[in-house]
């Protein structure tokens, strides 16, 4: 039960993390390939603190028997600090379910030739549809298509490595490759966190909580790797796209650049429907609104501010959350280790 708990968890934490901004390689340019071969170094480094971190927050909330992000938020900063906190967190989530739908329009538009509402409107549905069904539809759409995230894009990625002339860690600047990766961490902390507290059920164990956040990590940065190697190898094609991974896929003919647009689908669709799940869970223990009129106010929102554009909240407001969720992180894996060291002077 215990192996299949973690497998479950480990998909659910790969699903929320591997969204458009990963899997469209957008993330991969903003964040490392302008360090061009450290960049590697550093998704190395942000995969690391994933891994930590998603251990660190389901390990908090099982050993303290936690079962929602205020209470986790309560327990690692404090009631006051703890609710300023939580609600940052619950306008950063808003804004990734938005940069989600806007990454479907954005899909549509460069792939289809579709207006860019059409695809924001069709994936605001779909995330509907699933907060229809609560948890058990988020894990199971996790479960299902990580799977498929990851083979998918580990193929592709290969494929163009192999298929480049061009060698794929050729220098760039070092610079600040380390504070990039620990800022790409902690932006995909704050929405992380706030979905492994709210499936206690799904966490029960210590045990799970462990290989669950370590085997996610793990997912993430052997694909993140491959992913980033391949768009090196092909900078020159991708570096100005606002989907560079379905460019370098369209490099390789229309089935190819099919099958990427499906798999990029359905990486936008799990992250999107995740993150509405996350909301709505945030929102409904703190409104006395229907769980149902919430859930439809999210998605006219977000339909709203996707119209923002997706490389522009990729860049600008994820950034911005990043630093800011620095201190989160920074504050959790300290908690963390001392719930480890001294577990009886915690609360």
């Known amino acids: 039960m215990d192996k299949i708990k973690i497998i479950k968890t480990a998909c659910v934490y790969t699903g929320l993390i591997f969204g458009a901004g990963f899997a469209s390689g957008q993330e991969h340019l903003t964040f490392f390939l302008r360090y061009g071969r450290w960049g590697i170094v550093g998704i190395v480094l ?3 603190l994933i891994a930590l971190c998603g251990w660190a927050v389901m390990d908090i909330c099982a050993r303290q028997k936690i079962s929602n992000y205020r209470e986790f938020m309560a327990a690692v900063f404090g009631t006051r600090l ?11 989530i808003f804004v990734i379910f938005s940069a989600m739908l806007a990454a479907m329009g954005a899909m549509g538009h460069e792939a289809a030739g579709l207006p860019f509402t059409w695809g924001v409107v069709f994936a605001a549905i779909l995330c509907l549809i699933v907060l229809m069904f609560d948890l058990r539809g988020m894990v199971q759409i996790n ?3 990580s ?3 990851v083979v998918g894009a580990l193929a592709l990625g ?3 490595i192999f298929g ?3 060698p794929v860690f050729a220098g760039r600047a070092v610079n600040n490759w380390p504070v990039s990766a620990v800022v790409y961490a902690s932006y995909n902390l704050i929405p992380a966190a706030a979905v492994l507290a709210a499936i206690p059920k799904l966490v029960t164990t210590r045990k799970i909580a462990k290989y669950g956040g370590i085997l996610g990590g793990l997912f993430l940065g052997i694909i993140g790797i491959v992913l980033a190697a391949a768009l090196l190898s092909n900078i020159g094609l991708v570096g100005q796209m606002e989907l560079p991974m379905l460019a370098l896929a369209r490099n390789y003919g229309h089935l190819i650049a099919n099958l990427y647009l499906m798999l990029l689908f359905l990486a936008i669709f799990t992250t999107a429907a995740t993150n509405a799940f996350s909301l709505a869970e945030w929102l409904a223990a703190r409104m006395s609104f229907s769980k149902i009129r919430i859930k439809v106010c999210i998605v006219i929102l977000g339909i709203a501010a996707a119209h923002v554009g997706f490389s522009n909240i990729v860049t600008h407001a994820y950034s911005f ?6 201190f989160i992180m920074i504050s959790i894996i300290i908690y963390f280790f001392r719930g480890i060291k001294h577990p009886k002077t915690l609360p």
């Open 46 to 48: 942000a995969s690391i």
């Open 82 to 92: 703890g609710a300023v906190l939580d609600i940052v967190t619950g306008i950063f």
């Open 143 to 145: 479960v299902i298509i």
């Open 147 to 149: 799977p498929i995230l």
């Open 158 to 160: 290969l494929y163009s």
């Open 164 to 166: 480049s002339a061009v």
């Open 321 to 326: 959350f990043g630093f800011l969720g620095i």
